[in-house]
């Protein structure tokens, strides 16, 4: 019984130990700030091709896009025609926001 008790503890640890290694390793959540979305002006307004550092600026804000698509100030942005035409540019799926 002792025996069984004590691998059933370790088993535990291991277990512990290993949610623990997971979720120090998960990506923190993003840093929702559309002012990073600046180098994607252009595109938005104008609807010319976003450049590279857009589109890194779109794939880092990516988890934001529903946040910004239900806040009033940016939602007519996020929402518009040339903004969905620049996400899918640079091949970053439309997120369901429902």
Known sequence: MAK???AMEMLL???VATVAVVVAQSPP??????GLLSPCA???FFGTAPSASCC????AQQGCFCQYAKD???ASYINSTNA?????????????CG
């Open 13 to 15: 640890l291991v277990v």
């Open 42 to 44: 252009a595109p938005i």
């Open 72 to 74: 009033p100030m940016y």
């Open 29 to 34: 959540p993003p840093q929702c700030d559309p």
């Open 84 to 96: 969905r035409k620049m996400i899918a540019t640079c091949g970053i799926p439309l997120p369901n």
């Open 4 to 6: 069984w008790a004590a």
């Open 56 to 59: 890194s600026s779109l794939k």
